[in-house]
C-alpha cells in the first residue's frame, strides 16, 4: 500500500469529486484489487482493461491520471491534459520530457488536484 493513499482517496472523494481506476489488471488480480478498495470502504469503480491494452479510451474526458508507469501515460498526451508520473525507485532515471509531472506523495498529487480546480474556477 502506497502511504497515505487511503486518506488522500477519502478526502478526494468527500470534495465528492469523480475517481475511478483504470488499471491493466483483469480477472483474479482485478478481483483483488476491488476487495482492497471495499475493506477500506472506498467506493471507487475499477475498469480492468488487461495487460498490453492503451488506457487511451477508458481515459478519454477525464481532467486527471496518475500512474507509476510512464510508458502508459505517454498514449495519454493529447487525452487527459493533467498527467502524473507516481516517482517510485524503479522510475526515478526516466526522464518525463513534456508527458507527465512527477509527484512523489499523495499528499503532492493531492496539492496538484487542489490547483488545477483554483485554476478552473478562475477561468469561469
Known sequence: EVPDAVAYLERLLNERLRVRIITSRDDDALSIAEEWLRQRNLPIPCTGLGYGVEKTTAAAGLDVFVDDDLDKLQPLVNVVPNRYLFSQGYNRHQETDGIA????????????????????IWRR
Open 101 to 120: 509531472r512527477r509527484v512523489e506523495s499523495w499528499e503532492q498529487f493531492y496539492a496538484e488536484i487542489r490547483n488545477i480546480r483554483r485554476k478552473a
